[in-house]
């Protein structure tokens, strides 16, 4: 194995001298060679997220090139013994750079090199160019703040979005721009061509009209929005969105998978969802008239549902359960959603 070089200058941070980052381009295959996943630093790889990054490399792979955001690494070891006549950083083989923000991409693209069975079209993808971004100087506490800063600020969406609502109703346009940014809430599915699902056959995890009922109660604790909540969403929309698509991806890393498949557990069942919905709104969200915000470290309460058994077979469900269909071959436990008050109670004294 040989060192692998850098270009670029280190330009200082804050007028600090013991901390730099330099902005490059790396060829894939010694990204994917000099990697390291610290998991202090990150959470744990999301894998429902990695399929879709793929398709988008197989669908990009031509002349153009891959366009990915920078991948952003810190460089723990001190820079000057590996940077060579002020423009090139020469990093050895037994070195690794920590990743901050990019793992998904990276083992997205792994999975599609290994793939690959043409060895010079392989050859060709491992060495094309992406960009990156190496931090030096920074401790394990500065780097779990850069991870948490870029993806608590990442602007997913435009505010150009803003100018087209008009009379349309903000939260049918949030629902729908969410749902095409969020990969999570596209693996569990949501119609939106049906206002009520045939269970148990449907497995999808809700309507749409149950998807904005259910942002309702996570933004504000309550199904039906008022004038100036419907303004603090158009006032905040990057900020919700992105904090929407952030919580959706983390809510469907801990709960059962196929969460709309009523016959393993109560989640398609809309009584637990807006009970799911109070909680959330209760548990993390802050808000005032005119301002939402989100409490510190939020990703820990939504961590805790993943404690929870959720399938039917749970004794705890049983006083909500009724039999629907019944005596016929579709016969299944449904949950009405006016137990979602009772339901949340019980949610909330499994977790306190």
């Known amino acids: 194995m ?13 007028s600090n001298n013991k901390k730099g980052v330099l902005s490059s381009q790396m060829k894939v295959k010694d990204i994917l060679n000099l990697h390291k996943i610290d998991k202090a630093v990150n959470r744990d790889i999301s894998y429902v997220r990695i399929p879709k990054i793929i398709k988008y490399i197989e ?17 723990r070891e001190d820079p000057i013994p590996y940077y060579k006549n002020h423009f090139e950083l020469e990093i050895p083989p037994n070195e690794k750079l920590i990743v901050i923000d990019g793992q998904h991409r990276i083992k997205a693209l792994e999975n599609y090199a290994a793939k690959i069975e043409d060895e010079s079209q392989k050859e060709l993808f491992l060495n094309s160019s992406l960009t990156v971004q190496i931090y030096f ?19 997913k969406v435009s505010m150009s979005l803003i100018t087209k609502f ?22 569990v599915k949501i119609d939106f061509e049906k206002s009520r699902l045939v269970r ?7 309507t749409s009209m149950r998807l904005k009922g259910l942002i309702s109660l996570i933004l504000f604790g ?3 929005l008022n004038k100036n909540d419907l303004d603090i969403i158009k006032s905040q929309y990057d900020d919700i969105i992105s904090f929407l698509n952030r919580l959706f991806e983390e809510l469907f ?16 069942h809309y009584g637990t969802q807006q009970a799911l919905g109070y909680y959330i709104h209760s548990a993390i969200v802050i808000s005032n008239n005119n301002l939402i915000s989100w409490v510190n470290n939020w990703e820990e309460d939504i961590e805790e549902l993943g404690s929870i058994d959720w399938s039917v077979n749970n004794p705890l469900w049983k006083k909500f359960l009724d039999i ?22 019980v949610i909330k004294k499994q977790l306190y």
């Not at 669908?59 to 460089?75: C, L, Q, R, Y």
């Open 2 to 14: 040989f060192s692998v070089k850098v270009l670029g200058s280190i330009d200082i941070i804050n």
């Open 59 to 75: 669908n990009e792979d031509t002349n153009m090139g891959i366009f990915f955001p920078a991948f952003v690494f810190s460089f």
């Open 137 to 155: 100087g920074l401790s394990i506490d500065d780097e779990k703040r850069l991870f948490a800063d870029i993806n608590s600020n990442a602007k």
């Open 166 to 187: 008009d009379s349309r109703d903000i939260l049918n346009v949030l629902v729908t721009e969410l749902y095409t940014l969020c990969d999570s809430l596209q693996v």
């Open 200 to 206: 148990p056959n449907n497995d999808y995890f809700a």
């Open 222 to 224: 309550k199904k039906s």
């Open 253 to 268: 890393l801990v709960l059962p998978p196929n969460p709309g498949n009523v016959l393993d557990s109560i989640l398609g």
């Open 324 to 345: 629907n269909r019944k005596n016929t071959p579709y016969e299944y436990f449904s949950i009405s959603e006016f137990a979602a008050d009772e339901l949340y109670s």
